[in-house]
């Protein structure tokens, strides 16, 4: 299998290992088990910073250029070598 959407899989990857070690952050450094207020508003909000940012990787707007291709049009009476130079 291959991954089409290269950077938006980078972009759901790194936040995911981020995830852990916010959650590390939060439960082990800043205040040990226990999740205050700003803790849980901060983790809430999150995601919608990472939908967006997937979306944004997906339309081309970050990690590169989407790759636009034309639309073909394949006719029935065409041969196999007309197809193959029409992509």
């Known amino acids: 299998r291959k991954i089409k959407e290269v950077s938006v899989y980078i972009c759901t990857a790194s936040w995911s290992v981020f995830a852990y070690l916010w959650m590390i952050v ?3 450094l800043i205040t040990p088990n226990v999740v205050d207020l700003w803790e849980g ?9 990472l939908t967006f940012m997937a979306w944004c990787c997906d339309k081309g707007y970050l990690g ?4 636009v291709r034309s639309e073909v049009i394949v ?7 007309e197809v193959l130079q029409a992509y």
């Open 26 to 28: 939060i439960l082990v």
């Open 41 to 49: 508003i901060f983790t809430f909000l999150f995601f919608p910073l």
């Open 64 to 67: 590169g250029s989407k790759i």
């Open 75 to 81: 006719h029935e009476d065409m041969t196999s070598q």
